[in-house]
Structure formats: C-alpha cells, structure tokens
C-alpha cells in the first residue's frame, strides 16, 4: 500500500487509485480500480486539474497524490497556458 489504503503500487511507474464511495451513495461494487501511469497523467496536462479528474473518474487529491510519487511537484496545465502566445501572461507577437 502506497499512503493510505486507496493506493497500490503496481507494474514500473503506475498506480492502481481505488475511487471512494461518495458521501450519501451505496457501496458500489462495480467501481473497479483505475491504473494511473506517468503517460495517462501527460495526456491529460492541457486540461484544467478538476477537468482532467473527471475524465479519469477520480478526486483532484488523488490525481495531486500520485503526481507526487512520480515526482511531479504541480499540475502543469497553467504553466502550459501562460506560455501560449496570445494568452494572458503568455508571450505575443505585439511588442
């Protein structure tokens, strides 16, 4: 068990994240776990963290818990935002 007993270690880089039971839901049995790997997680850095959960059916703390044990310090999708010209606090053509 990886911190706490919603994670597991599994194959090289990826992590099994067994999603809770909602507050005021049922137990359900036909959650199965989620592989979460270093590649899943950059294929989702264009999205915002709330979003990129989502899609990963799994809570922005988990996603922020294994960013850590694979050494990624913070979600990049901002920082990818900001260096898009065009953007706000990005770079621009105009001078």
Do not use: M, N
Request: aromatic share 6%; charged share 35%.
């Amino acid at each position: 068990k990886v911190d706490g007993d919603d994670f597991r270690k599994v194959d090289g880089d990826d992590f099994k994240v067994y999603p809770r039971r909602k507050v005021g839901r049922e137990l359900s049995a036909d959650r199965a776990p989620v592989v979460v790997s270093q590649e899943t997680l950059e294929g989702c850095f264009d999205l915002p963290l709330h979003v990129a959960a989502e899609k990963l059916g799994i809570c922005i703390t988990a996603i922020k818990r294994v960013c850590r044990k694979l050494g990624i310090k913070k979600w990049p999708y901002r920082e990818q935002r900001d260096r898009l010209p065009g953007t706000p606090g990005g770079s621009s053509a105009q001078g």
